[in-house]
């Protein structure tokens, strides 16, 4: 396996890419002059050294190069590099003051988080679940971070037992279930559910999921009956 | 013009179809033997024969063969055919007494009502308002049935009141508007909504418009921001 | 089975229509007045009366209205209404004396025929062979117009005996075979040429096919096998 | 602008990759492990380490890794590493004595080649241009390598001259134009002809051009006019 083939490799892995659009890749970077690919190729491993996984939402970020040795003294500290994805850090919506901490936002993947973010239609917290649950599945809890999002909603329930002590925070009020509207996605609604229920219900916060209906360009003619039927049932 | 461009004219009216493969169907019927082209020009004519337009929610429906006699008697009597679309019958929905008169669903046009009947999600009475309202709109009582539905709603909110008798229904007590996700659509649900609004209120009858939200395939990544929007809002 | 589902079983004929867009048919012929419907099956009606299938070339056309009773005298004679798709008439291509009666062009199908003539790169003749070869096949003169292909070829090649008396015509030099390239439409290529060659052979006349190689909008990039063999064998 | 920002930028720049996907690239990365990111980094740099053009055809290929030091010795002797695009490397098809050396073609990009390659319809010599002319132009000749093609065409049209003495190879007979079939391939096709005839000529060179016509799944019906006409011009 030469270099072109190897290469070809990791571009299939990129999210929509298949063996033909990778191989293009590749031998557009073989035409491009050199400073582009170094550019690229530093790009890429500056991006893994800039980014780290929100402790809170375990989110990936960019840590805002001012911050970095403030925010990861541990690795700065004894010389190392800092740590790729290290966890002690906080984003800059979880760490956000103006972030109403009283909704929580369950997603299934980062790309979901971006788009609600993006939308600027809700102003609350998020926590990345990192997957959906299989219909079929055994060993759900090693993919996806139920145990996490548990003790997530504990912190949060009390924030001023926050380690942190953001004390001017809001305890959680309401957890809001955001997974798509596929078998997947509803079986993961309410796998969570039924896993959070206890915790939720201890600390009197309410689960809900986001509204099923009709979503812009619906036309009634072409619908399909489970559209229907919640766009029935929550009429309004 | 000769009687191939004719017909592809006919046939570039057809739903969905272009002038291209209009000229195909012509084509299509020249190369058909005799009788295929007969059969399809009697099974039109006989169409358009059997065919009546509801009197109660504006449908167009076929009239079953052994009814036709009792239901459109008027027609016959002075020795004329039958109307078509004769506005003093009753579709199967309407004429129904295990259809539930205490709900209204208001659509805009045939298709919609018929996706809605074969989902099987809803067994209330419909209303065809035929048409949207175009957001730029000088002259819009003449193209939709505006005044209609306010009769209708009159009648419904009295059902011992009705001429046809039939006391056993309910009276209504909630519309539904329920138009495709649209500026159009959502201009039309305002503008019914201020229309019917005194007549309903007087009559004690909710109006409620379809559920908005993440429909069946909704990705949360792709989803534009009114639908994030209606999601979050009507989440539960 | 109903009206409704009577007339979507024809519309489902059509070429390119599914179930779906034949249903949307009825309820749009539904809606419609009585006079569009009328009018429709009028056309409908009329169409195959005024089409004929051309006893040469076995294309249908519409028989010019003026000359309807003088091309078709032998259905009028004894009182009956001209036979539709009679054989004993010409088209206007076939019967026009400005048409290069020294090649014939043989294609599959009527909309060939149209699409070839529509590009007014060809004033040839033509020949419909009513359908490709199926590649595994074993009943094939019964489906295609093979005898009267060979028959065609025998009287344009010594057009002084022809029983029309188009004594002016040019005798035909070249068979030009215009399939679609796919495995049927090549299978049928070879399949004509061993059926012709004896009798073209005896008469002198070629047999050629259409120039196979890159066609507009190719681009070389995403080029398959065959074409890039053709097109480099077919360079010049 | 932060890094994911610049890392879009530069991902977008990739064949088919619009602003969105090119994000969802970087989200992607930030995703993946750091050792992922890290060997891509790494094969990317190596890509251009190991990338020479060329200087026969100037297409980009791979060095072989056991030859890097025979083949591109210049740039070691003084110090520097190997540039990248050395030019004074022959890939491996021309330095292959099993390669026609009386064909060459000229194509438009290096995909282009290894599409014709791939389809081993052709074992003769390529040539980049390394673009189209557009129709309107001014400054063709710096885009173009035009004038690297008429010095090609001369050493090629007396091999025993050749620097590298490979004296069993042929002279070259003729030259291929193989451009997509669209008005600025069409363009270029006309424009280089011109440029290169008085070499061609004088060393009795033919110059051809891909056959045009029926491409694989041309269907007749559907074909455009200039496909039509090629199909018919070259018909044999």
Chains 1, 2, 3, 4 share one sequence.
Do not use: W
């Not at 063996?19 to 991006?47: C, H, P, W």
């Amino acid at each position: 396996m030469d270099i072109v083939d190897k290469l070809t490799e990791i571009f299939k892995e990129f999210p929509g890419i298949g063996e033909r659009q990778a191989k293009r890749f590749v031998y557009f970077l073989m035409s491009k002059n050199g400073s582009y690919a170094e550019n690229l190729a530093l790009l890429i491993t500056d991006l893994k050294k800039e980014v780290a996984q929100c402790g809170e939402c375990f989110r990936f970020f960019i840590v805002p190069a001012r911050n970095a040795e403030s925010i990861a003294p541990a690795g700065g500290k004894n010389g190392k590099n800092p740590v790729n994805g290290g966890i002690n850090k906080t984003c800059d919506i979880c760490g956000n003051t103006s972030t109403d901490s009283s909704v929580l936002m369950v997603v299934e993947k980062d790309s979901d988080l971006e788009s609600v973010k993006k939308s600027r239609v809700y102003n609350g917290k998020y926590f990345i679940l990192g997957g959906l649950v299989p219909i079929v599945e055994k060993n759900t809890k090693s993919k996806i971070r139920i145990e996490e999002l548990k003790e997530k909603i504990m912190r949060e329930a009390r924030p001023n037992a926050n380690a942190l002590g953001l004390a001017s925070r809001n305890a959680l009020q309401e957890i809001i279930l955001a997974f798509s509207v596929s078998p997947q996605g509803n079986h993961t609604d309410s796998y969570v559910r039924e896993q959070i229920k206890n915790v939720a219900d201890k600390q009197n916060i309410k689960i809900s999921s986001l509204g099923k209906g009709l979503s812009t360009g619906t036309e009634l003619e072409y619908s399909d009956n489970d559209t229907l039927k919640n766009a029935l049932k929550n009429r309004q």
